[in-house]
């Protein structure tokens, strides 16, 4: 449960939830979709934390130099072995899930089966390969690429045309307020071991950045996703339930105020779990002014 970093698991939920909440808006909701949008989502995400742990344990980027929380070898919590055998159960668990899902919102569909197969390799290989592996992409800066796309785009677009079948050009603001968000979250926890990440050889984003600019790209993607939801919004709908969403600008705005200003790294570490529920709520707010709508 620890490894499974539970405080993350709110980014997968949230864009799950807002793209099914988008098809409900269009009358074409299924509730056997939206569950294993769910499980499946969720169950990458915890295997991209286990093999992050792993990645990272392997080549000593997780030393007593780390800012943030204890991570599972590291901490003696578990042994290398016990977290390549959870990762391996957690990819059989994802995989299973993904099949079943694709089997009953996708029927004997050829052309949609096989893209969602290739999709779903992809997720699979950008969940593990972001610590683990000889080059790592975590390592050389493409960590946030790979959140956005998969954790945005993929995780909205996708759910809701196995909503649907269908994908309106107006569904990707969602998408891209939803990856700029997730995006928020690794930008804090990579602002927060910016220096350790340095000495270790880790260039993730920030680090190619500077603190300075890592700050300034921080305030750019809460701009972005305020952007595109708004955009979303009134495309969508014309009610003012659907901007509704614009409670959850508070708590993350507060959070974007503590990571431009605070250099203290358990400041920095108690942003990253008050970013994700943030996000989370913006979401749930998004969905529910879609539904009272």
């Not at 790592?136 to 759910?159: E, R, W």
């Not at 107006?170 to 350790?196: K, Q």
Request: aromatic share 10%; net charge positive.
């Amino acid at each position: 449960m620890h490894a499974a970093r539970l405080r993350t698991l709110p980014l997968a939920s949230g864009s799950v939830l807002l793209a099914s909440a988008l098809a409900a808006s269009q009358q074409q909701f299924q509730w056997s979709v939206f569950l294993l949008s769910l499980c499946t989502a969720l169950l990458l995400q915890i295997l991209s934390n286990l093999a992050n742990d792993y990645g990272d344990a392997e080549k000593g980027t997780d030393d007593e130099t780390r800012l943030g929380p204890k991570r599972a070898i590291q901490a003696g919590l578990l042994s290398a072995e016990q977290m390549l055998r959870g990762i391996k159960l957690c990819a059989l668990a994802a995989l299973v899930s993904g099949l079943l899902l694709l089997k009953l919102a996708l029927g004997s569909q050829l052309l949609p089966w096989l893209f969602f197969i290739g999709l779903g390799a992809m997720a699979l290989v950008a969940a593990v390969a972001y610590t683990m592996g000889k080059r790592p992409y975590g390592y050389q800066g493409y960590g946030d690429i790979a959140v956005f796309t998969f954790f945005g785009l993929v995780s909205v677009l996708g759910t809701y045309y196995l909503h649907t079948q269908t994908l309106p050009i107006w569904i990707w603001g969602a998408g891209i307020a939803s990856g700029a968000l997730a995006t928020m979250v690794l930008n804090i926890n990579n602002i927060r071991d910016l220096e350790p990440d340095k000495m270790a050889g880790k260039t993730t984003f920030a680090v190619k950045l500077g603190l300075r600019n890592a700050r300034l790209y921080h305030l750019l993607l809460l701009a972005l996703a305020l952007v595109a939801s708004l955009q979303l919004a009134l495309q969508s709908q014309t009610s003012i339930w659907s901007l509704v969403f614009l409670f959850a600008l508070l708590p993350l705005s507060k959070a974007c105020v503590q990571v431009l200003r605070s250099d203290d790294a358990q400041v920095l570490d108690r942003q990253l779990p008050a970013t994700a529920k943030a996000a989370f709520l913006w979401n749930v707010l998004f969905s529910i002014g879609l539904l009272f709508t």
